[in-house]
């Protein structure tokens, strides 16, 4: 029924407008802006007003502003949907582009170019080369903005007509700043896009670095909008100054836009000043304490959303220079009003900060967020004391802060500082004494939490001599061992059972064995496996046991960070951007071969990116499930020999066995009975004959998987001759591209040496040129190349390796990602492309 009545609307909406159409009687504007208002509204709505398309355009011969405003969003909405209908609208905005009133002028020509569809851009070449010669600034600004829609229709008819050249000579010569933002905008997209496969156009995008450019943009800077004065302030940080006097009057020039109201133009001109300063230390160090006033009086300033934007950028600052903001640490306090994520950024801002001389307060501050009623900001209050306590700032103090939180007898505060209090422990094991004395008196029935658990049965494995009842608190954890659902509590609690064994074995002798036989019937592969090299270990020699399993301790002096060096280098260079925001390099959420699962080594810091080729996932498929079936055995097998044992315990090997790996499954009668584990370590048949040395010893036998057989090795890789001109077009290198799987991902450090001749991406092109290596494409900031090379005895459109390099000029890392019509001849080209990488330079 509503469908039916909306048919009927629409129907008496198009004749309504058909009558009024040719009609010049009084009063018919009005009627034709009430009708033009319900077709708005239902357009709005998300009702299909499309059929109305001819008596919209019927009734657009007018001279009523509000009504050609009306017509030419209903226009713009339908046109591209419907091509053959948008031929309707051709002549009355021709004819509206040369209007007597520049405002409708303006307004038909930016309806003309945002149609969008490829069969009209005959008629819009003629409306934009007129508006760009314009008397009106608005006619002009719109022309220019015009030109970039026309680009993204038709390159080509952009090109030959020469717009390009037209908007420079606007850029620098117009007299209406508007219309000079809208031009530097345009340019900047049509020479980007045409850089991917024209030096020419890179060029012309290198050219706006030029120095008259960049003095004519700053000269007139403050007549620019707000939007206008960030897209060139964007430019000028990509700039170059001749010296250091020139950096000077840029920034004097630029200074005052640091109190600006607007907080996008504050974070462009501090990247202004950041990059300009990055070669001179002392200036670089003035420009931290200069513009750090700006930035907190933005986090001040009530709103949310900006103050979490201002407090990314602050707080990717603080980590290349906590000293600087180390006295503010107060601006960091958290307000009752902010919302979660605020507030746990500042946690992270103030961790930061820490030192010496703020850090009392800071803990005292950090430990009245503990008992906040948001759950998730309490624990990130424990875990920013415990990170201040790890980077050696009065300790005392904070291990005494830490030990009271467990006293608050809140689940989730206990939790968390078990976690800290076992890092402390192994950074700082002179504070056991005072930290067990009070673990001791937590209830283990009151932890649920598996980290928590992990947590405190590591301290009690690792301290079972200063804990008198840590062998019973881990035996009521073995006699729930079918009750825990997280593997890694039961593999901590394997280890530390072990642990107390080998401090205090007649306690403990019989919770070890419940647990190795709990653990070897364990459907967990991880658990099963650790079960069965702690059974073997024992049986062999318990001294060798407990070198492997309970080393003496050492201290952990550094704690692994969450980010390389490199990649907050990288997020750096893109200062004022969402890069900054998400933590992360734009390529990882901008490039569609990144956005694959990547991970970040806890080791290292180093990422792994990138999807993997189909061969090697069916290769590490294929190896997956043979690991499975053949783990799957083991376990099997090891399950049915804890079941004919029917004990706990663990037998010593007896003499007949001496022949045979002593690290092979032992077979016990089921009379037999545990053997005390200090005598067995102390019996001479528990040693290896020299015969013993056979294939049994290798790694697999351990899981009882018969003789290893020896791999096969390595091929070597093949030479490499490549082709001294390939030829390539830019079409084709893009389907190759698309088409194509990353094979191999490489790394390259430049020596500084040679980063001082890389000012450009002109030399490293010329010397890949040299090596064979031809470039698609280059950009700057960061420096990008997409290179291309072909094997010297290949097909026509066949043998091609394809890179993408980019080059952090800060760090001098170059990552390159290779893709190849042959990807076995893909490493020899790696290895080809960093030897040609090792020889630039001077």
Not at 465 to 478: Q, T
Not at 596 to 614: A, K, N
Request: glycine share 4%; aromatic share 8%; charged share 20%.
């Amino acid at each position: 029924m509503n469908a039916d009545n909306r048919k009927g609307e629409l129907a008496e909406l198009k004749a309504q407008l058909r009558q009024l159409a040719g009609s010049r009687a009084p009063g018919v504007e009005e009627l034709k802006r009430e009708l033009y208002k319900k077709v708005i509204n239902y357009l709005t709505v998300g009702i299909d007003v499309s059929s109305l398309f001819s008596e919209m355009v019927m009734c657009s011969a007018t001279s009523d502003l509000v009504l050609k405003k009306m017509c030419y969003l209903y226009v713009g909405n339908y046109a591209r949907g419907h091509p053959d209908l948008a031929l309707l609208t051709i002549n009355f905005l021709q004819k509206d582009c040369q209007d007597d009133d520049p405002m409708i002028r303006g307004l038909a020509l930016r309806s003309l170019c945002s149609l969008r569809v490829k069969n009209l851009v005959e008629y819009l070449v003629g409306p934009l080369q007129r508006g760009l010669k314009d008397n009106n600034g608005y006619v002009r600004s719109v022309a220019a903005l015009g030109v970039l829609k026309l680009y993204h229709i038709a390159p080509s008819s952009c090109t030959e007509n020469e717009f390009p050249v037209t908007l420079k000579a606007l850029l620098l010569h117009d007299s209406d700043p508007q219309v000079v933002a809208n031009c530097l905008y345009s340019l900047l997209e049509i020479w980007s896009m045409e850089g991917n496969s024209s030096e020419a156009a890179l060029r012309e995008k290198e050219s706006l670095l030029s120095r008259n450019v960049i003095l004519s943009l700053l000269n007139r800077f403050k007549d620019f909008s707000e939007w206008a004065q960030c897209l060139v302030l964007e430019l000028v940080s990509k700039y170059v100054p001749e010296d250091a006097q020139e950096t000077h009057d840029m920034m004097d020039l630029l200074d005052d836009r640091l109190q600006h109201a607007n907080s996008a133009v504050v974070l462009a001109t501090i990247k202004v000043f950041l990059h300009l300063t990055m070669s001179m230390a002392e200036v670089h160090q003035k420009v931290y304490e200069r513009i750090k006033a700006p930035l907190l009086t933005l986090v001040s300033s009530g709103i949310a959303e900006l103050s979490y934007a201002v407090l990314s950028h602050l707080h990717l600052l603080v980590l290349r220079a906590p000293v600087l903001f180390a006295s503010d640490y107060k601006h960091f306090y958290c307000r009752y009003s902010d919302p979660s994520y605020v507030k746990k950024l500042k946690l992270e801002m103030l961790t930061a900060v820490a030192n010496e001389s703020n850090t009392y307060d800071i803990v005292t501050e950090l430990s009245e967020y503990a008992a906040n009623v948001d759950v998730t900001i309490a624990r990130e209050s424990i875990r920013a004391v415990g990170k201040i306590a790890l980077q050696q700032y009065d300790v005392n103090a904070i291990v005494d802060r830490l030990l009271q939180f467990l006293e608050m007898e809140k689940d989730y505060v206990t939790a968390e500082t078990l976690v800290l209090v076992k890092d402390l422990l192994r950074k700082y094991p002179q504070w056991s004494h005072d930290c067990i004395a009070v673990v001791g008196g937590v209830s283990s029935k009151s932890i649920t939490e598996p980290k928590a658990k992990s947590a405190l049965i590591w301290m009690l494995g690792e301290y079972a001599y200063d804990m008198n009842d840590a062998p019973y608190v881990l035996e009521g954890f073995v006699q729930n061992w079918a009750e825990e659902d997280f593997p890694e509590v039961r593999l901590e609690l394997l280890t530390a059972v072990a642990k107390c064994f080998f401090k205090r074995p007649p306690e403990t002798l019989k919770i070890l064995g419940s647990a190795l036989s709990y653990g070897l019937a364990d459907a967990n592969q991880d658990v099963h496996d650790r079960a069965l090299l702690y059974y073997r270990l024992l049986q062999h020699s318990v001294e060798i046991a407990e070198r492997v399993i309970s080393p003496p301790k050492q201290a952990v002096s550094v704690f692994a960070g969450d980010q390389s060096i490199e990649i907050k280098d990288r997020i750096f260079d893109e200062f004022n951007s969402l890069s900054v925001v998400y933590r992360q390099p734009s390529y990882m959420f901008l490039d569609k071969d990144q956005r694959s699962p990547f991970t970040f080594s806890e080791d290292t810091g180093s990422s792994v990116l990138g999807p993997q080729s189909p061969e090697r996932e069916d290769l590490a498929s294929d190896y997956d499930t043979r690991d499975n079936e053949l783990l799957l055995g083991a376990h099997e097998k090891e399950e049915s020999r804890a079941v004919s044992n029917g004990s706990h315990g663990f037998s010593a090997p007896k003499s007949q066995t001496s022949q045979h790996d002593p690290f092979a499954p032992r077979s016990a009668s089921p009379t037999q009975t545990a053997q005390p584990a200090r005598a067995t370590a102390a019996s001479p048949q528990a040693t290896v004959s020299s015969s013993a040395a056979s294939p049994l010893l290798a790694v697999d036998d351990l899981l009882g998987l018969g003789p290893s057989i020896p791999a096969e090795p390595a091929p070597p890789v093949p030479q490499l001759k490549l082709n001294a001109k390939p030829v390539l077009d830019p079409a084709s290198f893009k389907r190759k591209w698309g088409q194509l799987t990353v094979a191999l991902t490489v790394e390259y450090t430049f020596p500084a040496e040679a980063l001082h001749g890389l000012t450009g991406p002109q030399p490293l092109v010329r010397h890949m040129q040299a090596n064979s290596v031809q470039c698609m494409a280059s950009g700057n900031a960061p420096l990008k190349f997409f290179f291309f090379a072909q094997l010297s005895d290949a097909a026509p459109n066949s043998g091609f390796f394809l890179v993408e390099l980019v080059v952090t000029t800060s760090s001098g890392l170059a990552s390159a990602k290779i893709k190849a019509d042959e990807a076995s001849m893909a490493p020899a080209f790696a290895d080809s492309l960093r030897s040609a990488l090792s020889k630039f330079g001077p």
